[in-house]
């Protein structure tokens, strides 16, 4: 990739003009690695002991712009797998309250990621920090799991180190943060998941639960082991909800209404069903 520099607008924000996946209709991306179903103890990432960067200095992030207002407004980290066919585009708002986000971009490279190009703008939502994010190993975008859910974990746990007023409004506030949540989430009422015709070759599973760490990489194993296909997605958290879009295919096909109702209520009993910890066994 050509352009590898950090470019972050300096001085005045420039407004959003709205985020536009590229005009490719159905066009193929490159797809997440699938998981392997004969080692599903590598690929649970549930345990609040996942291991992810520290920031390193306070001093190195903020600007100055944090508030500190009564209302505090809603976390948001967005990762976007299909805006660009050769990068990953992490979105990460609170509001007005973040800076330039220097550490994160310094906790992603540690990592072993790149960050390629970084840009904020502003709207009546508050600043947007978006980055677009490539392997070091190999320049392309995350195709892993695994290591998605990393990123996700990380910028939240750097959000919630400089904006600790956010732990309350985020489900990791429980994990990472100084003050859990103070609501409490419903799963039964909070989870909710659909499944749409995408074209000839695909389906749009959209699924919206609860949050908690490790949600991405099960999802994303649950639907391998039904030997659905995971093309590409998006994973949204918003606050103490997790919303995700994945677009999947089985065998090169839109899923049947039979599959579509196999996938939902295998999605619906991991979702509803209570979370017991490794350790208690």
Avoid at 34 to 44: I, N
Avoid at 163 to 168: F, I, K, N, Q, R
Avoid at 216 to 222: A, G, Q, S, T, Y
Avoid at 225 to 233: K, L
Wanted: hydrophobic letters at 40%; glycine letters at 6%.
């Amino acid at each position: 990739m050509a352009e590898m520099a950090v470019t972050v607008a300096a001085g005045t924000l420039r407004p959003c003009s709205g985020v536009s996946p590229a005009a490719s209709g159905n066009r193929r991306l490159a797809g997440w690695r699938p998981l392997a179903p004969a080692a599903p103890a590598k690929l649970r990432l549930s345990s609040p002991a996942l291991r992810v960067p520290r920031a390193a200095s306070p001093a190195a992030v903020e600007d100055g712009s944090s508030s500190n207002t009564d209302t505090v407004p809603t976390p948001k980290v967005i990762i976007d797998q299909d805006s660009d066919p050769d990068a990953t585009i992490v979105e990460v708002t609170l509001g007005d309250r973040l800076g330039d986000l220097l550490d994160t971009m310094s906790a992603l490279r540690n990592l072993g990621l790149n960050v390629v190009k970084a840009s904020v703008c502003l709207d009546s939502s508050g600043k947007h920090n978006k980055f677009a994010i490539t392997k070091s190993s190999t320049g392309r975008k995350i195709d892993d799991p695994e290591l998605l859910e990393a990123v996700r974990l990380t910028i939240i746990n750097n959000m919630l180190e400089y904006h600790p007023e956010a732990s309350s409004q985020l489900a990791m506030g429980a994990t990472f943060g100084i003050e859990p949540p103070t609501e409490v989430v419903d799963v039964d009422i909070a989870t909710h998941i659909d499944i749409y015709d995408d074209g000839p070759e695909r389906s749009l599973l959209v699924v919206e639960s609860a949050d908690r760490p490790g949600l991405l990489v099960d999802l994303v194993k649950i639907i391998a082991d039904i030997n659905i296909t995971v093309q590409s997605g998006e994973f949204d958290t918003e606050g103490l909800l997790a919303k995700a879009k994945f677009h999947v295919s089985y065998r090169g096909k839109p899923l049947i209404k039979a599959l579509q109702q196999v996938l939902a209520n295998s999605l619906r009993y991991f979702l509803r069903r209570p979370t017991t910890e490794d350790a208690s066994f």
